[in-house]
């Protein structure tokens, strides 16, 4: 695999077979035409200048030197050795008619093929030593100077061409332990060495073969190193060979009269199961290896898993949060709900957010951020201020009878001011409690029943609506429905999805409907994408939809359009 890297680094054009056979016959005619031409009598005639067929001679001769030249310069020492055979193979015959037919003719053509001799014998020696060269350079292009392991250019290409090959492998990600105190406190020497007689300890594991598994070993930079193993049945079969690597650095290590214990820290991840491309997963198992310095354990090997990075991004998307809150620049769009006869009950208001690039950040992602650093009751309260204003509005402007949906955390609905919140925004916003609906997820029961149970009660009481939202994807148990005082069931997408894929989904949702009806809820699909699914909900008696299929979340302007269109139905 190293070596396919080295061959394309250095790789040069290969002259093709053809100008080789080419050049050979050219050779070949050259030289006979010198011969007959030597022999000819009379001359050729240009206008005024007379010249003997034989002063051509030299012009051909040349051109079959030209010729021997052309094959070592393009055909390296296969062409080399060509021009010899055809060089000294021309020889006994000149010397045979030097010497026993004292034809005096040949002596040019003995000297001019010494000279050529001459001169494709230094082309010849030029050309290995910048071969040798360009060897040597295309080497450490891809091998680390210090260790004479490949270097992290050369681990990159392996990686990218086992991606490519989709083949299964793991990558380890490998710090040395306290490295820099040595180097620090015993200089810069005594700390090459050591990596040196690291390196040396791994490569012998490697090619030795001992752990079972086909292990690379490279040096990344400093004291990082890497391993791409392959070859394995399971994880206990990787987690066996980073122990191997581990186990030498047990034994002492001497360096310029010092003896020191060296341990490292070992963080893995594997392709394609933890990442599917090389970024990923020099990441990965780096932040595998961090965690492992970060935790000081006596496991000095950790396998990554998503947590690892979270952090991480969950710091990011907190600020993206806290910023978006700063600015007021939370914003909404509007899904519309149908029923089946493709008239529209009303939107679901689903929040948006913009980074300070302008990038759209999904909610998917923000929303549980909020909700895990507490942020989430001022996001939605953005939502649910700012898409009431604009739907009060929608209401008078055009004298419609819609529901506005907005979803609420299970956070911001305990909170003792939320029904004064919902108060506050009936008021100024003038939309009719009846015209209001809260979405509320499944999974908020699970937490505190009943005080949860209270506060809708309390919402309902007010005439405002209340759905629970992703049905089925909670703790869906009957009886806790019952004590739940809602009005509108949302079916999941993962449900609608899987729907018309058997009898059996079909005729779940279909007694998810029926439950709902008899316990007096009206069911909206979420998530419908196809016609199908749209003939199956008919068939099964499903009251609404809210789906790509008959709109995507909408901004403001495209709801006015769409309002505006049905006004003027
Ligand atoms: P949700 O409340 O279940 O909202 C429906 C989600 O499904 C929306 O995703 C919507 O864009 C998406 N969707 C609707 N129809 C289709 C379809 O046909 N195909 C596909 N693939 N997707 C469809 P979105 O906007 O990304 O929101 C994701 C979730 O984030 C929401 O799920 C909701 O749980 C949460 N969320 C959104 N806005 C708010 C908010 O203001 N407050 C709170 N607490 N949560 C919110
Ligand atoms: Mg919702
Ligand atoms: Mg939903």
């Known amino acids: 695999m190293i070596e396919r890297t080295m061959k394309r680094i250095s790789a040069e054009q290969k002259a093709p077979w053809a100008g ?164 620090d406190t015993m200089g810069f020497d005594v700390g090459n060495k050591l990596l040196v007689e690291i390196a040396s300890r791994w490569k012998a594991i490697a090619d030795s073969g001992d752990t079972g ?7 990344l930079s400093g004291d990082e190193f890497a391993i791409v193993i392959r070859d394995y049945s399971s994880t206990a079969d990787i987690v066996r060979t980073i122990e191997k690597y581990e186990s030498v650095l047990g034994e002492k290590l001497s360096a310029d009269g010092y003896e020191l214990y060296i341990t490292a820290s070992f963080g893995y991840a594997e392709y394609p199961t933890d990442a599917d491309n090389l970024d990923s997963l020099f990441t990965y198992s780096d932040a595998a290896m961090s965690e492992v310095k970060r935790v000081n354990s006596s496991n000095h090997i950790l396998r990554f898993n998503p947590e690892l990075v979270r952090t991480e991004r969950t710091l990011e998307i907190e600020h993206k949060i806290r910023k978006a809150l700063e600015s007021d620049t939370i914003f909404f769009n509007l899904q519309p709900q149908y029923d089946l006869a493709h008239k529209l009950r009303g939107f679901e208001a689903l929040a948006r957010m913009k980074d300070e690039e302008g990038n759209i950040v999904s909610p998917g992602e923000f929303i549980p951020v909020a909700e895990k650093v507490g942020l989430v009751d001022r996001v939605d309260g953005a939502v649910f201020r700012k898409a009431s204003e604009f739907f009060g509005g929608l209401l008078r402007d055009y004298g ?41 997820t499944e999974s908020i029961m699970i937490d505190s029943v009943d005080k949860a149970v209270q506060v809708i009660k309390d919402i309902e009481a007010l005439g405002v609506k209340i759905a629970i939202d992703d049905f089925g994807t909670g703790y869906s148990s009957l009886s806790y429905l019952n004590k739940f005082p809602a009005d509108l069931l949302k079916i999941d997408k993962s ?75």
């Open 20 to 183: 080789f056979v080419i050049l050979i016959v050219l050779y070949f005619a050259a030289n006979i035409a010198t011969t007959r031409v030597v022999r000819m009598q009379g001359q050729i005639n240009f206008g005024d200048l007379h010249m003997a067929y034989a002063q051509f001679a030299g012009v051909l001769s040349a051109l079959a030197n030209i010729c021997i030249i052309l094959l070592v310069v393009y055909y390296k020492r296969l062409g080399f050795i060509a021009a010899l055979v055809l060089l000294l193979g021309q020889f006994p015959m000149l010397i045979v008619n030097l010497i026993l037919r004292h034809n005096v003719n040949s002596i040019p053509g003995v000297f001019t093929n010494v000279f050529t001799l001459i001169a494709i014998a230094t082309l010849r020696i030029n050309e290995g030593m910048t071969e040798r060269f360009r060897k040597r350079m295309a080497e450490q292009a891809i091998t680390d100077t210090l260790t004479s392991l490949p270097n992290r250019f050369a681990c990159s290409e392996l990686i990218a061409d086992l991606i490519k090959h989709n083949t299964r492998f793991t990558l380890v990600s490998i710090d040395i332990n306290n490295f820099k105190n040595i180097n």
């Open 213 to 219: 598994t086909l292990d690379i070993v490279s040096r």
């Open 400 to 440: 419609l009878d819609i529901t506005l949906s907005v979803n609420v955390s299970v956070r911001h609905l305990m909170k003792k001011d939320f029904l004064d919140e919902i108060h506050r925004i009936l008021e100024t916003s003038g939309i009719s409690p009846s015209n209001l609906e809260i979405e509320i």
């Open 495 to 569: 449900f609608i999805d899987k729907m018309n894929s058997s009898d059996s989904s079909k005729q779940y949702v279909a007694s998810i409907i029926a439950i709902g009806h008899i316990m007096g809820f009206k069911v909206i699909s979420e998530g419908v994408e196809e016609d199908k699914q749209i003939d199956t909900l008919r068939e099964i008696g499903c009251d609404y939809v809210q789906g790509f299929i008959w709109g995507r979340p909408l901004s403001v302007e495209k709801v006015l359009e769409l309002v505006r269109g049905l006004a003027e139905q």
